[in-house]
């Protein structure tokens, strides 16, 4: 059974809520980087070493370009885990709330989605109604825009005569 209006209406709002009380957040991901150092003379270059351990970094894209950020302390690497998840959080509730929207939008009915002026049969957009338009904007036949009488009209002054 479709939800009510009045339902959809709820969640979206709780869904606002939701998004209003998400911390500091930031797009990313934190890897593991490891393996074998520049320095030919460090125990990860001998024979079935396994290298380092992991380094945990935080990559990102800035203006179409890969950022890794190193870690200072694992306090450092910690915050930035609770912002990169509360960013995935944003991610799961904005994709939520343009699903909302949607069901939104198609349970109206075309009278409810209309403003004031289009139900008072305003609907077009502004300046499109015929008073909307000067007077000069309106071409009679016979007559040039410069008051000049044109082809068809008998040299008669135009359709209405001028003084």
């Not at 904007?137 to 410069?146: H, I, K, T, W």
Request: net charge positive; with cysteine.
């Amino acid at each position: 059974m479709p939800q009510s209006l009045a339902e959809l209406e709820q969640q979206r709002a709780a869904l606002l809520h939701q998004i209003s009380q998400l911390g500091a957040f930031r797009a990313g991901s934190i890897t593991g980087t490891g393996g074998r150092c520049g320095n030919r003379n460090c125990h990860c270059h001998r024979p079935k070493d396994p290298g380092h351990s992991p380094h945990p970094r935080l990559t990102y894209k800035r203006n179409r370009k890969t950022v890794t950020e190193s870690f200072s302390s694992p306090a450092a690497q910690r915050k930035a885990e609770r912002e990169v998840e509360a960013f995935r959080e944003w991610q799961r509730l904005s994709r939520a709330f343009v699903e909302i929207n949607e069901q939104l939008c198609r349970a109206r009915s075309v009278e409810e989605s209309l403003t004031p002026q289009e139900k008072n049969g305003a609907g077009g957009p502004p300046g499109s109604g015929p008073r909307s338009r000067p007077d000069s904007a309106y071409r009679f036949p016979g007559v040039a825009q410069d008051g000049t009488s044109g082809p068809g009209v008998h040299g008669n002054g135009g359709a209405f005569g001028h003084a």
